[in-house]
């Protein structure tokens, strides 16, 4: 039997998870605007002509900075400015809304939670710190850690260590091909997101298992996959 309930499709009737991971930026935090002006102070710091190809950035994201900025042919020197300019805008990030809620509600069912982020870490740990979710979190894993950065899936593998899950009990939403890729490498449930840098036809070569449109559809479909434990009588 099958349930289709809420639009999802062919999904097993028992058909609970016990961890999720998630991306950090354009999942959870909408963050577009300081890739950008990051990325126009790196063009600028190392003399680039015309424009930066903001959108060649954005479709290579959720691997490290470093990473990409190589790819695009800027010289080693244009990663700490690139660096310094996000982080002086941290509180500029924003979470999406009901991601607090969303994370908050997991972990009262008992849901474990952690991020897989190509966001090095002395940017992203002041950024969940202040937007209120560090204590939400878990297990953090970002390209400074000892796992290979994504599209790898050893990060993933190094999470569900941590958090002792399984992966086929395990969803990783993000919304980049390195997210996607990475998920499923490791063997875990995927969830495309197009709220954020994600565009549809990209992320369906990965074959995600669910692609959403919205947040408020993330947030159904992992409340309906984590049923919260029964009111005692």
Not at 64 to 77: F, S, T, Y
Not at 78 to 96: C, G, I, M, W
Request: proline content about 7%.
């Amino acid at each position: 039997m099958q349930d289709k309930r809420k639009g999802y499709g062919r999904v097993s009737v028992n058909p609970s998870i016990d961890a999720v991971l998630f991306d950090w930026d354009g999942t959870l935090a909408d963050s577009e605007h300081i890739t950008v002006a990051a990325l126009k102070a790196a063009w600028s710091h190392v003399g680039a002509v015309g424009e930066p190809p903001v959108d060649q950035f954005l479709a290579m994201a959720g691997q490290p900075a470093a990473e990409i900025l190589a790819h695009m042919g800027l010289p080693p020197e244009a990663l700490e400015p690139y660096s310094r300019t996000a982080r002086a805008l941290v509180d500029q990030t924003r979470l999406f809304s009901g991601a607090l809620e969303l994370l908050t509600e997991l972990r009262n069912r008992g849901v474990r939670v952690g991020v897989i982020t190509g966001k090095d870490r002395d940017r992203i740990e002041p950024t969940m710190e202040f937007l209120g979710v560090s204590h939400l979190v878990e297990a953090l894993v970002t390209p400074d850690d000892a796992p290979a950065a994504k599209p790898s899936p050893e990060g993933v593998w190094w999470l569900l260590k941590e958090l002792e899950a399984r992966p086929e009990r395990t969803v990783l939403v993000g919304d980049s091909a390195a997210d996607m890729h990475a998920g499923r490498a490791a063997g875990t449930k995927t969830i495309a997101c197009l709220w954020g840098t994600g565009r549809a036809e990209a992320l369906a070569l990965y074959e995600p298992w669910k692609t959403l449109t919205r947040f408020s559809q993330l947030a159904d479909l992992l409340l309906w996959l984590t049923p919260a434990a029964p009111s005692p009588s």
